[in-house]
């Protein structure tokens, strides 16, 4: 008897043991579980060039910690790729304006500056895109500089000249500087386009964590080539952030370029409302660029746009720029009633006006939508 129970022992103590790994396997599911229920979802969506990653970026230096030094110089080829396509976009845009606008000589590239061209347009080409060197740097300054690439320029509305272009152009001289790091802003201006799906977590108060209100984002690409990896996305969501860029009402797709950017805007848009999984979601739309839009609108008609064609200007200056963005603005209200269910009008709907580049903005914003999903969850919980 006494040899069997010592035989015994062992394996009681193992069971225990097994029992108590069990045990704390089960409590930290449950506490994972909890505080993912303190988590609520974002979900940041948009067409192509909507702006929506520079949003996400703004977030991260924002709310979390920002871009370390090894962060910061990841992005100095991205950089320098972005100054090359620039330039080879303008370049190789004089000669298709040349050939096809009734003023073509306008567009003409003078001799000097040809050979700097096509050598620039090839580089553009490439995969791998060689270090901004100071020689370079002074070879694509002059050919910024040549009247026939300013004209071209110009036609940001048939050419997929990207909005970073002045920005880059104007930086040459640092961006080609052998010690070069980039700054916050340089990250915000590059441009590389999303692909597949990224997150981020965050609180836009501090204080906030301490009650639990943390927001996961999501950003995944906006070209229609990415929209199918959406839909695994679409359970769950406390609040869609949709990105509309008001500036490109007279732009063409990078991807189709026989179609309005904007329209394409309101396709998606409408769209994504009618989801059924979304009939409870709350809708943030951003919209977006408002920087650019306020300039373009007094200098392109908003009309040149088929969704805008009924649109009458009223006046000139800040007062036109109020005028277009209540106007676009109401069109976006009209579709988002038109667009969705009668069960489903009294779902969160807020509109702001935002420039992603703009961090007080930004910020500002994202404490508004902050402010008003905690609101939502409190009538939800019937404490208000």
């Given amino acids: 008897m006494g040899s069997l129970c010592s035989r015994q022992k062992p394996l009681c103590e193992a069971d225990a043991e097994e029992n108590a790994k069990g045990a704390e396997i089960e409590r930290r599911i449950a506490q994972e579980t909890k505080a993912e229920q303190h988590i609520h979802k974002l979900l940041l969506l948009g067409a192509g060039e909507s702006g ?3 949003i996400f970026k703004q977030i991260k230096l924002l709310f979390q910690t920002g871009f370390d030094e090894a962060e910061l110089r990841s992005y100095t080829s991205v950089i320098h790729a972005n100054v090359y396509q620039t330039i080879k976009v303008l370049y190789d845009g004089t000669k298709e304006l040349a050939q096809n606008d009734i003023d073509s000589s306008k567009y003409v590239v003078s001799l000097d500056n040809k050979e700097i061209g096509e050598k620039l347009s090839d580089i553009g080409s490439r995969w791998d895109h060689p270090y901004l060197t100071s020689e370079i740097a002074k070879e694509i300054e002059t050919l910024w500089n040549d009247a026939a690439i300013q004209e071209t320029y110009s036609r940001g509305d048939i050419l997929q000249i990207p ?31 999303t692909s597949g799906v990224v997150e981020i977590q965050f609180s836009p108060v501090g204080e906030n964590r301490k009650s639990g209100e943390v927001y996961r984002l999501y950003d995944v690409g906006g070209q229609r080539n990415e929209r199918r990896k959406w839909i695994h996305l679409f359970e769950g969501v406390t609040a869609i952030i949709f990105c509309a860029a008001i500036s490109e009402y007279d732009q063409l797709l990078f991807e189709d370029e026989t179609k309005n950017r904007m329209m394409e805007t309101k396709e998606l848009f409408d769209w994504v409302l009618k989801q059924a999984c979304f009939e409870k979601t709350s809708f943030m739309l951003f919209l977006n660029k408002f920087d650019i839009f306020e300039k373009k609108v007094q200098k392109v008609p908003l009309n040149v746009c088929e969704w805008f064609k009924d649109y009458q200007p009223m006046a000139s200056g800040k007062q036109e720029v109020e005028h277009a963005y209540e106007f676009v603005k109401k069109k976006f209200e009209e579709l988002y009633f038109r667009s969705s269910r009668p069960d489903r009008v009294d779902r969160v709907f807020k509109i702001y006006r935002t420039t992603a580049l703009d961090q007080k903005l930004v910020k500002k914003t994202f404490k508004l939508v902050d402010e008003t999903l905690r609101r939502r969850n409190l009538i939800e919980a019937g404490l208000l």
């Fill in 163 to 193: 909005d970073c272009a002045q920005y880059f152009m104007e930086n040459l001289e640092r961006f080609s500087d052998v010690n070069y790091v980039p700054t916050k802003e340089d990250v915000l201006y590059a441009r590389v386009r």
């Fill in 52 to 54: 929506k990653s520079t």
